[in-house]
């Protein structure tokens, strides 16, 4: 069975900098690899499809790259409303989630 | 315009049922994967339930033989119909539609099923 593992569980950024947020897998995925960000209150959105494939509507700040067993989501330049839940998804069978990394204000 | 709406959240004692509803507008639920996720208080997301536009359906291991995942066509609805229900069901239940190439790209806005006595 496959785990994702999400790290930094939070990871605190001042805004303007860069967020770097990590996705390992127990074993190779293929590039079926999602990112979401979920709000309080909220459902989850998606970013990210594909590993790197940015969903309509979302800025480019919003990047996603890696392959294999390493994945990365990164926000280029943070702005107030990215400060949220962001969950790692595989889809190759049935949705996987990883636990999620806070991105909190610094 | 893609829209995912659920019914049917409420509270219902320990070893009860609840039907949940997703009505879909935009698309049409029986020609794609659908599935249910859900969250726990301040926890992340777990996937609970899919079926595919062939009517095959899959279920976690934590609520098969519980839960049962359905759909109208001809109400472009999806179900999920939850029996034995437990205390650690308790969440909110988010309807989705999958995608082979882009994973889960829209959500319902999630119903509250709190299972207590």
């Known amino acids: 069975e496959i785990v994702l593992t999400q790290s930094p569980a939070t990871l605190s950024v001042s805004p303007g900098e860069r967020a770097t947020l990590s996705c390992r897998a127990s074993?190779?995925?293929?590039?079926?690899l999602a990112w979401y960000q979920q709000k309080p209150g909220q459902a989850p959105r998606l970013l990210i499809y594909?590993?790197?494939t940015r969903a309509t509507g979302i800025p480019a700040r919003f990047s996603g790259s890696g392959s294999g067993t390493e994945f990365t989501l990164t926000i280029s330049s943070l702005q107030s409303e990215d400060f949220a839940v962001y969950y790692c998804?595989?889809?190759?069978?049935?949705?996987?989630f990883g636990q999620g990394t806070k991105l909190d204000i610094k | 315009e893609v829209y995912l709406e659920e019914f049917g959240g409420g509270l219902v004692q320990p070893g009860g049922s609840l039907r949940l509803s997703c009505a879909a507008s935009?698309?049409?639920?029986?020609?794609?994967?659908m599935s249910w996720v859900r969250q726990a208080p301040g926890k992340g997301l777990e996937w609970v339930s899919v079926?595919?536009?062939?009517?095959?359906?899959f279920h976690t291991d934590s609520v098969k033989g519980r839960f049962t995942v359905s759909r109208d066509n001809s109400k472009n609805t999806l179900y999920l119909q939850m029996n034995s229900l437990k205390v650690e069901d308790t969440a909110v239940y988010y309807c989705?539609?999958?995608?082979?190439?882009?994973?889960?790209?829209?959500w319902g806005q999630g119903a509250l099923v709190t299972v207590s006595s």
């Open positions: 998804q595989q889809y190759d069978n049935w949705p996987l």
């Open positions: 935009g698309f049409t639920v029986s020609s794609n994967y």
């Open positions: 989705a539609r999958d995608t082979i190439i882009a994973g889960s790209d829209y």
């Open positions: 594909g590993a790197s």
């Open positions: 079926i595919y536009p062939g009517g095959s359906m």
């Open positions: 074993q190779s995925l293929s590039s079926n």
